[in-house]
């Protein structure tokens, strides 16, 4: 799942950069532009970075101080990690919930530009959610060691 994620990414990476040089050489070669093309491109990034997020998570490769928890012992390490984890899946299912209750509410008004649905773009929220849950499950219950915990990209 990780790798089609990754090809996923790598997709919506080329066709921002693509739409982005496409947009620039319009608008200032041509002095014309592709109607909902900022949308697309800045709804493009939001995913990249829902999706991208859930998988940085999934590695451990976040932003951390580890100097402290590196001084304690591999089982108290062991415990951090666990508790980290599991904090992590309660804020994210949390924050999923209460993103489609949003959705319900806003998600129907149509983007300017677009002219596609807002839920559109607002669905990368508890779908970026959702993957970092899954993926923290998934490193409670198959990679939970102290060597994981930080700065290893596990």
């Known amino acids: 799942m990780t790798r089609l994620l990754e090809g996923?990414?790598?997709a919506l990476l080329f066709a921002m950069f693509a739409m982005v040089i496409t947009l620039v050489v319009l608008r200032y070669g041509?002095?014309?532009t592709i109607i909902g093309g900022n949308e697309a491109t800045i709804i493009a990034f939001i995913y990249t970075t829902a999706i991208g997020a859930?998988?940085?998570l999934s590695?451990?490769?976040h932003i951390a101080i580890a100097y402290f928890v590196e001084k304690l012992s591999p089982s108290a390490q062991l415990?951090?990690?666990k508790?980290?984890?599991s904090f992590l899946v309660i804020i994210n299912v949390f924050i999923?919930?209460?993103a489609l209750i949003w959705i319900q509410k806003t998600g129907g008004f149509m983007m300017p530009m677009l002219g596609a649905p807002q839920w559109v773009a607002q669905i990368s929220v508890p779908l970026g959610c959702g993957l970092s849950a899954f993926y923290c499950l998934c490193r409670l219950v198959v990679k939970s060691t102290p060597a994981s915990?930080?700065?290893t990209g596990a």
Do not use: M
């Open 83 to 85: 508790l980290r984890l």
């Open 79 to 81: 415990i951090l990690l």
């Open 96 to 98: 999923a919930a209460y």
């Open 54 to 56: 859930s998988i940085a």
């Open 59 to 61: 590695r451990d490769e």
């Open 149 to 151: 915990s930080y700065g």
């Open 30 to 32: 041509f002095a014309t």
């Open 8 to 10: 996923l990414l790598a």
